[in-house]
């Protein structure tokens, strides 16, 4: 199964659900797709080999073919490449590497060349695999696509993605067996948790609950799954202990076999829910 961990909202506990379902698992895949702030490896700890690049296209001109007829920037839909008077202005940062400037020029005056935009990250048997998008990089859906060309073909795989509902994390969770949308009892909370419900019916994915920091104040995400008719899958409290050990890095599957078997469950849940 290709299990994808999600929240609507940051700070949630969506590491702290995918690591520890990791790590509960006799084997499986872990990617981190939270290519902005991967933070699965302080956890899982793994021996990272050598680093691969992630390149995109982008256009370069070459100003003695260029005429400046303008119908470059007329193409771009994204406004990453403009004609000022007798010059060609490129903005690599938004080109999204459609190639649609490089078809409307009439000189063939542009073409393309490789820009590097981060890193994809693995161990020796790519049982784990982050994505790290360098600082002022504002597109990262081709560290995605790379880290999802490595997914394996046999056994569970468990992706860890950004937060929110952007189109990164509609490439993350595309194809996946199942989500789970991590929440906390917060109004910001079930206000995100709407919006990440909301993408994955929209994409069709079965999907359950996963409470952390559960209080008190869980009533209003009960009520929200009463009512949606959305099944509830595990509840985490908000605990001092917890708290401290994973602000050492440590989780609670590390320490406590109880919760080791809570992950299991939670695991034996997805697999029946997957199936509806
Ligand atoms: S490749 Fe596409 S997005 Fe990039 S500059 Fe050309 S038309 Fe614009
Ligand atoms: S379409 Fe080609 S020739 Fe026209 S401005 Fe752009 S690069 Fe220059």
């Known amino acids: 199964m290709k299990i994808a961990v999600l929240s609507g909202k940051g700070g949630t506990g969506k590491t702290t659900v995918s690591a520890s379902l990791a790590?509960?698992?006799?084997?499986?895949?872990?990617?981190?797709?939270?290519?902005?702030?991967?933070?699965?490896?302080?956890?899982?700890?793994?021996?990272?080999?050598?680093?691969?690049?992630?390149?995109?296209?982008?256009?370069?001109?070459?100003?003695?073919?260029?005429?400046?007829?303008?119908s470059c920037a007329k193409a771009c839909q994204f406004n990453a490449i403009a004609v000022v008077k007798d010059n060609v202005l490129m903005f690599p940062?938004?080109?999204?590497?459609?190639?649609?400037?490089l078809i409307a020029c009439p000189n063939e005056a542009i073409k393309e060349v490789e820009r590097v935009i981060g890193?994809?990250?693995?161990?020796?048997?790519?049982?784990?695999?982050?994505?790290?998008?360098?600082?002022?990089?504002?597109?990262?859906?081709?560290?995605?696509?790379?880290?999802?060309?490595r997914i394996k073909t046999k056994g569970d795989v468990i992706l860890d993605c950004s937060p929110g509902a952007s189109c990164v994390v509609v490439q993350s969770i595309e194809d996946s067996d199942y989500c789970i949308l991590v929440t906390e009892p917060t109004p910001f909370g079930l206000h995100d948790l709407k919006i990440a419900v909301q993408l994955v019916r929209k994409m069709g994915i079965p999907f359950g609950i996963v409470l952390n920091k559960a209080s008190d104040d869980s009533r209003i995400i009960h009520e929200f799954c009463r009512e949606e008719g959305i099944d509830?899958?595990?509840?985490?409290?908000f605990d001092q202990d917890i708290a401290e050990g994973y602000s050492r890095g440590i989780l609670p599957v590390q320490n406590d076999r109880t919760w080791q078997e809570k992950f299991i469950k939670l695991y034996e849940k997805i697999e029946r829910g997957a199936g509806k």
């Open 93 to 101: 940062e938004i080109c999204h590497h459609c190639g649609a400037c």
């Open 119 to 149: 890193v994809v990250e693995s161990n020796k048997d790519d049982s784990f695999l982050h994505g790290k998008l360098d600082v002022g990089e504002p597109i990262s859906i081709p560290i995605i696509q790379q880290l999802k060309r």
């Open 232 to 237: 509830l899958l595990m509840e985490i409290p």
């Open 23 to 70: 790590m509960s698992l006799p084997s499986c895949q872990y990617i981190d797709c939270d290519v902005e702030e991967p933070n699965g490896a302080i956890f899982l700890m793994p021996e990272l080999e050598k680093p691969s690049p992630v390149k995109v296209l982008v256009p370069e001109v070459d100003m003695a073919k260029c005429d400046a007829c303008g």
